[in-house]
């Protein structure tokens, strides 16, 4: 089952038909113990499958926190960045425990078709395309969509405690295009894939695999849930496996497009005006 939110109006496709879903809120559906069978008891026929150029983030109240150095691409991406710094992302790739990080509530979140930001006191600036999980109260992962977990590797990387600056500010995360409802895991061969595009020509693409993650999802969420606890669920980005090489960096006006096959193709727009608010 997929969920399509526009203007508050929600669609879901499920076996080739579209539905709407009455009396449905994130909320409701996150912090239910069976988000699935909830959300089948809510739909009624004639769900729009108009083209969706625009869509809302799937989500209220819940919040959104990401994983880092999950990935081997991530971690040497990271100590080349960082000089001195550099062995702390080898040890917390190695470590039992991940790092874990908050990184935004709903007004930071745009969704399909909006524009992301750039920090105006940033240099070096990256999108990472990342799986999400959709975690409910109880801490079980029912749902998958794309997160764009932007980056500022010139703030992460002159020191590893400026990291919530880094990534954390208005317009710093991208969710959607849909939430994705599945019972049971998505397949390890399961590709992401990241597309960038300025002017009439592409300026990176990139690709790996759901299979390269150093740790799995349900050890993720278990450590996020250790003495911690979502009301309304959560989300939790998984890391990224795609970094341009160093000398690239993200321009206003740069078409941003995430690919992962089961979900879709998130698209965003790096914002013109670095300091506009979140749309
Ligand atoms: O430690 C810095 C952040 C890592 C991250 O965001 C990632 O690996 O995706
Ligand atoms: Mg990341």
Known sequence: ??????????????????YRAVDFSFDALFRASEPIEWLRSRLKAGGSSAVLERLDPPLEAQEVWAAGVTYLRSRDARM???????????????????????????????????????????????????LALAVNREGRIFGYTIGNDMSSRSIEGENPLYLPQAKIYDGSCALGPCLLLLEGDLPPSTEISLCIRRGDGEVFRG?????????????????????????NGCYLLTGTGIVPG??????????????????????????????????
């Open 80 to 130: 080349e960045e960082s000089g001195r710094e550099a062995d702390i992302y080898d040890r917390v790739y190695q470590a039992k425990r991940p790092e874990l990080f908050f990184k935004a509530t709903r007004h930071r979140v745009v969704g399909h078709g909006g524009e992301v930001r750039i920090r105006s006191d940033s240099s070096w600036n990256v999108p990472e395309a990342e």
């Open 246 to 279: 160093s000398d690239f960096t993200l321009a206003a006006g740069d078409l941003i497009e995430m690919t992962i096959e089961a979900i879709g193709t998130l698209v965003n727009r790096v914002a013109r005006n670095p300091r506009g608010a979140a749309s």
């Open 1 to 18: 089952m997929k969920v399509y939110c526009t203007r508050g109006e929600v669609s879901v496709f499920v076996e080739r038909r579209w």
């Open 207 to 231: 690709t790996t695999q759901f299979a390269r993650m150093k740790r799995s999802p349900e050890e993720l969420v278990g450590f996020l849930f250790r003495d911690n606890s979502f009301p």
